[in-house]
């Protein structure tokens, strides 16, 4: 088992070109900073209404979260319905729950429009109880969902093995709307279609600090009119205020080696779907990919909140070994790769898509915890420059709404312990 995004070597199959750092001075109409699925979507939308506009990435686009990411792209969030209920009330939730929605369908539209491959997989969600305790959990989930005219189908224990029989798993909640893609690919065929439209993309430039409406970066800067900074793990250097309000929880993944139709039938017996959540709060989740593979992912109480990057292979073998419990005949199943990533989140789990209270020509995109919340976002940030008339989120997306745990008790608490209470809080209204 090796050290190693398998996006990045997926990649290696499609034909991309890097694009070069920024070097001297430039100026353009709207400056989006940062290339995962935030910013490429804020650019996506400016390119498509003609604004001139530049892209800044550190990495290469998608270098960060989004290109680590496992490419489930389910409705469901972080927090359920009924969290969501609990916390803001039906017709809120509603609304809420309804983001993530619209980010997929801005996603698959998307790879329809501009033809991008990149291993889409229509395949419905799973959402499974691990004990017998827990039917509750998705009972309550299913009446959320009825009540607020979501679809979906629930399966007791004993439907629940015709369609996926791993032991110990005592109901499941079935979801449409879900499909798998390869996140690393889209991000750079996104970027591609970016430099089509004339977009300027510089990779391999980071931001160093904004003063005024101009960007600093390493070999040079880029003045706009507008900003949007869709950027993750910010700096203090960046803006010392505006990097207290997110964090990250970490998650591993490891991909298998292409599996036969029996093994794969083993899993989903009448057709593939995606197992996206269980009922922990630290929950394991898998896929098959289009070449056969099963993409497996969780993480580890111990290293959910973690400051830095653990790379140590026990926790992604802990997730392996759980997956081989409720599959025991795939036993034999080799994964070659594994990685890790730190996904940047809020204390409320709903991400941040603000101006600057000191300057509205600048924009944030933080703390998408999520493929879709990120691309709803990127585009929301980039609509609110486009159309005057774009519908308001500025209720749950605020960057100065108050949270469970203010900032000052933050600073005493230390970020981990205040994000883990804030998300213990947000997930029990
Ligand atoms: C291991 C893992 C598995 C995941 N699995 C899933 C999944 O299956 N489904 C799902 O929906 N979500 C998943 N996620 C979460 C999802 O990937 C993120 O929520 C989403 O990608 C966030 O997108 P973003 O554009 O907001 O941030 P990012 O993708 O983090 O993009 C921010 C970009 O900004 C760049 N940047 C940072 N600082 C600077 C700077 N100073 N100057 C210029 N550029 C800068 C970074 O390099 C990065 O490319 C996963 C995340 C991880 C880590």
Redesign the pocket.
């Known amino acids: 088992m090796i050290y190693e995004n398998w996006l990045h070597i997926d990649l290696l199959n499609t034909q991309t070109d890097f694009c070069p750092p920024l070097r001297g001075k430039i100026s353009c109409d709207v400056l989006v900073?940062?290339?995962?699925?935030?910013?490429l979507h804020a650019a996506l939308r400016l390119a498509e209404s003609g604004k001139d506009v530049v892209l800044?990435?550190?990495?290469i686009?998608?270098?960060?979260?989004?290109g680590?990411?496992?490419?489930?792209?389910t409705p469901a969030t972080e927090s359920d319905l009924s969290q969501l209920i609990g916390l803001f009330g039906i017709e809120e939730a509603k609304k809420i729950y309804s983001i993530p929605i619209q980010g997929i369908n801005l996603i698959v539209d998307t790879i329809k429009k501009y033809n991008l491959n990149c291993d889409l997989q229509k395949q419905d969600a799973l959402y499974v109880a691990i004990s017998k305790r827990d039917i509750e959990i998705l009972k309550e989930e299913a009446d959320a969902l009825k009540k607020l005219g979501f679809s979906y189908t629930f399966y007791d224990t004993k439907k629940l093995k015709s369609v996926h029989p791993g032991k110990g798993y005592h109901a499941g909640l079935r979801s449409g709307n879900s499909y798998g893609i390869n996140?690393l690919v889209y991000s750079q065929k996104l970027k591609n279609v970016l430099l089509k439209k004339g977009i300027r993309v510089y990779e391999g430039?980071?931001?160093?600090k904004i003063e005024k409406n101009t960007a600093k970066t390493h070999l040079g800067s880029c003045k706009a009119n507008n900003i949007i900074v869709?950027?993750?793990?910010m700096t203090n250097e960046?803006d010392a205020d505006t990097s207290k309000k997110y964090y990250h929880i970490q998650?591993?993944?490891a991909v298998s080696e292409p599996l036969s139709k029996s093994e794969i039938k083993s899993i989903f017996p009448e057709e593939k779907m995606m197992m996206g959540w269980d009922t922990r709060h630290v929950y394991i989740h898998y896929r098959i990919m289009g070449d056969d593979r099963l993409v497996v992912?969780g993480g580890s109480a111990l290293t959910y909140y973690y400051p830095r990057h653990y790379n140590s292979p026990w926790v992604i073998n802990k997730v392996i070994k759980d997956f081989k419990r409720h599959f025991p005949f795939l036993e034999h199943v080799k994964f070659p790769y594994y990685?890790?990533?730190?996904?940047?989140v809020t204390k409320d789990l709903i991400p941040i898509a603000d101006y600057d209270p000191k300057n509205k020509s600048i924009q944030y995109?933080l703390g998408?915890?999520?493929?879709?919340?990120?691309a709803f976002c990127?585009d929301y940030a980039a609509r609110r420059i486009t159309d005057k008339n774009a519908e308001d989120y500025s209720k749950y997306f605020s960057i100065n709404r108050k949270f469970f745990i203010s900032e000052n008790l933050q600073q005493f608490l230390g970020k981990p312990l205040a994000f883990f209470l804030s998300h213990l809080r947000a997930l029990n209204p």
Request: hydrophobic content about 35%.
């Open positions: 900073i940062g290339g995962g699925f935030a910013g800044l990435e550190r990495s686009c998608g270098g960060s979260s989004s680590k990411s496992g490419g489930f792209l996140s430039t980071e931001v160093h869709c950027i993750d793990k960046f998650s591993f993944l992912g990685w890790n990533g730190l996904i940047d995109v998408c915890a999520g493929l879709p919340f990120a990127g």
